[in-house]
């Protein structure tokens, strides 16, 4: 099959021919539909995340269709997905308190293991999900990980239908959780740098979107600041969002097929993989960048 490898880290990827994988026990084989461009991919090319496998298939953000190890709930053709978390211990501490987002032994999907850039990947079937047809491939792919860990945001943060909600920054996540709070009708305002990413936040239905520096009209937290009259005296909490878990997983695909989520996407052949991670680094592109064998 055709991959692009990483090699050494802070080296271009490879564009070449290597052994399509054999799924083993508990896994299934995809043939890759297409794989959506993570920052986090970025991260692990550039060596600012350590090495864990060398040479590596890059890409967390698969949809493909099932064309061995099939199951009973997975048959030969289904369609599903693919994301960062490719597997849990099961035993730890973390995952007996069902905070599976916080194992011990995690796998990730393109960094411990090999990914999505490439024209089959193999991958746990308990950690893929079958998706609607209501989602193309396309549209599909950044959804599995920007597009989940943006919902567990809006999750974890306990925002409600109706809420007033501010988006500090308006990158790959944000710009797919803002379809969400429109669908639950909250008035979104958007504190983003980029006269282009302020641009798709209004078009994509922001009560109102300033620059970083800007005020906004309403009273916003702002981060991350600790003024006692406007934070500490409301009692307010700073949450973050480690990872995702498979039942944030598969909420948030049934609701962006309930609301026909289609994110902006930027398509590259997968002969240009070293282009598509060159798009995410610099801003090039608004939205996700997709890439297809």
Request: neutral net charge; charged residues 25%.
């Amino acid at each position: 099959m055709k991959a692009a490898i990483l090699r050494t880290a802070k080296q271009p990827l490879h564009i070449e021919e290597t052994r399509t994988p054999q799924p083993t026990a508990g896994q299934v084989l995809l043939r890759v539909r297409a794989c959506g461009v993570c920052r986090t991919d970025l991260h692990i090319v550039e060596g600012e995340l350590p090495p864990r496998k060398q040479p590596l298939i890059a890409g967390h953000q698969i949809v493909g269709d099932v064309v061995d190890g099939a199951t009973t709930e997975l048959p030969l053709g289904t369609r599903v997905g693919v994301s960062w978390v490719g597997g849990i211990d099961g035993t730890c501490p973390y995952c007996r308190r069902g905070l599976e987002n916080l194992c011990d032994a995690p796998v990730f999907t393109g960094y411990t293991v090999n990914g999505g850039y490439a024209e089959y990947a193999a991958a746990r079937s308990d950690f893929v999900y079958a998706l609607p047809p209501e989602l193309d491939d396309l549209h599909a792919a950044p959804l599995l990980c920007a597009g989940i860990i943006g919902f567990r945001s809006l999750r974890v943060a306990g925002v409600e239908p109706g809420d007033r909600v501010g988006l500090f920054g308006f990158g790959s996540s944000a710009h797919l959780a803002i379809a969400v709070l429109r669908s639950w009708n909250c008035e979104v305002y958007v504190l983003t740098r980029g006269a282009s990413h302020r641009k798709l936040a209004a078009s994509l239905g922001a009560a109102w979107v300033g620059s970083e520096t800007d005020k906004p009209p309403v009273e916003l937290d702002r981060i991350p600041e600790f003024d006692y009259d406007r934070l500490l005296w409301g009692e307010r909490q700073i949450r973050s969002v480690a990872n995702m878990t498979r039942s944030d997983a598969r909420d948030f695909l049934k609701i962006a097929a309930d609301i026909r989520l289609q994110p902006k996407v930027t398509v590259f052949p997968l002969e240009r993989a070293n282009d598509a991670l060159a798009a995410v680094k610099n801003d090039a592109i608004d939205g996700a960048a997709v890439i297809v064998p």
